[in-house]
Nanobody
Framework: QVQLVESGGGLVQAGGSLRLSCAAS????????MYWYRQPPEKELELVAS???????IYQPSMKGRVTISRDNAKDTVDLQMNSLKPEDAAVYYC????????????WGQGIQVTVSS
């Protein structure tokens, strides 16, 4: 059974930092591109960052410079370090794994809440 389990969310003051972690089980994470998405209240799901097995990284432009995505293929984890958080960063954050094989499986975590107080 494949599971992506996010952790590290919670309440933080504006300007603060959080580190989210996604632990994958049931898959070999190095066979997947890993993503962090977020969905603010009453808004669409949006990409935050992605990282390939070879550590090629893409960031959402509005968050570039404030977030760092990293992965440990040996531990099957992907982290998202978020700094200088703003109230508009409040959202449910999701981890996603997409197989490097075209048409391969896609998996989502259950999501974790990040709340930023002003």
């Amino acid at each position: 059974q494949v599971q992506l389990v996010e952790s590290g969310g919670g309440l933080v003051q504006a300007g603060g930092s959080l580190r989210l972690s996604c632990a994958a089980s049931g898959i070999i994470s190095r066979d997947y591109v890993m993503y962090w998405y977020r969905q603010p209240p009453e808004k669409e799901l949006e990409l935050v960052a992605s990282i390939t097995p070879g550590h090629y990284i893409i960031y959402q432009p509005s968050m570039k410079g404030r977030v760092t995505i990293s992965r440990d293929n040996a531990k099957d984890t992907v982290d998202l370090q978020m700094n200088s958080l703003k109230p508009e960063d409040a959202a449910v954050y999701y981890c996603k794994a997409v197989s490097i094989i075209d048409g391969g499986p896609i998996y989502w975590g259950q999501g974790i809440q990040v709340t930023v107080s002003s």
